[in-house]
């Protein structure tokens, strides 16, 4: 595997390989590498015959300081995964590379709407941070498709929503979100988890499909459902931030006589970890059925 921490050597790689093989998928990630990642590698070797993985913690993209000294940050570990996935190509940049001004003075990307709602509400800057980080990625990297997880469904539209209206010439691929045994979404900040909380987690998933249920079964009560959802992720010891039940295209409110497909999303603290996930609906039955 080949490994490139600056940009224009990895610009040049990226496209040397383009060349050679024809096609090149792409998976950008801030490492700390879990089964979650490795399916996106094992899916974007599906889509095209080179692959290319990204590993950079972004600054710009953390509204709190401390949270971004704690991320973990475990190259080491990363780097032999995805040696031993045979992936072609590494990039992974000190901060110092990828942002040559400082922050406040970097230019940005900002996808207005979906930046502000659900997650954007209780993280100010983050969708700023990371349309702007895979809006380089992609510049730098050039590639024919990248892959992102539905864990992160926010984070999944508005990269589709700015990839189209920049008119970016990459498909946006979404792999489905890859889960512990026990329902648990995977996630980096699972490890911040106590023995008793990671015992407690799995309930998040349990809520979400059981509301999603109440909703496919016909019920259009979706403020109520949204409190009970609440309610419970309370009474199971989270904190919780929001419980959604929005639009799948765009996470707009859905009307009560809503015809397209839907999602359920929450965020919600468990200890020191902040836990996301999400849950599809399918397309609620006429009234009265």
């Known amino acids: 595997m080949e490994v490139q921490r600056d940009i224009e050597a990895m610009r040049e790689a990226a496209r040397a390989l383009r060349q050679q093989r024809g096609s090149l998928a792409f998976v950008p990630t801030m490492g700390n590498l879990h089964d979650g990642h490795m399916a996106l590698v094992a899916e974007a070797q599906c889509r095209a015959p080179a692959v290319a993985v990204s590993i950079f913690v972004n600054p710009m993209q953390f509204n709190d300081a401390r949270d971004f000294a704690a991320y973990p940050r475990t190259l080491t570990e990363d780097m032999a995964l995805l040696e031993a996935q045979d992936v072609d190509l590494l990039f992974a940049p000190a901060a110092e590379e990828f942002y040559r001004r400082p922050l406040e003075q970097s230019t940005r990307v900002v996808v207005p709407g979906l930046s502000e709602i659900l997650c954007g509400a209780y993280r100010p800057g983050h969708f700023t941070g990371v349309a ?10 050039h590639p024919n ?3 992102f997880g539905e864990k992160d469904f926010q984070q999944l539209l508005l990269i589709r929503r700015m990839v189209e209206e920049l008119a970016l010439e990459v498909e946006i691929v979404a792999v489905p979100t890859v889960r512990e045994r026990d329902g648990l979404a995977m ?3 699972n490890r911040y988890l106590d023995e008793e909380e990671r015992r407690r987690a799995p309930a998040l998933y349990r809520i979400l499909c059981e ?3 109440a909703v496919a079964s016909g019920r259009r009560d979706y403020a109520a459902l949204e409190a009970q959802g609440m309610a419970r992720l309370e009474r199971a010891g989270f904190r919780p931030e929001y419980f959604a039940i929005r639009r799948a ?4 409110l859905p009307a009560k006589e809503e015809s397209g497909a839907l999602r359920i999303l929450a965020a919600a603290w468990l200890g020191r970890a902040r836990l996301i996930d999400n849950v599809a609906v399918p397309a609620p039955p006429p009234e009265g059925r």
Do not use: G, Q
């Open 249 to 252: 295209a765009d996470l707009e």
């Open 211 to 213: 509301a999603a249920e």
């Open 187 to 189: 996630s980096s900040r």
């Open 132 to 141: 702007t980080v895979v809006n380089k990625l992609f510049n730098i990297v």
């Open 145 to 147: 498709v990248a892959l």
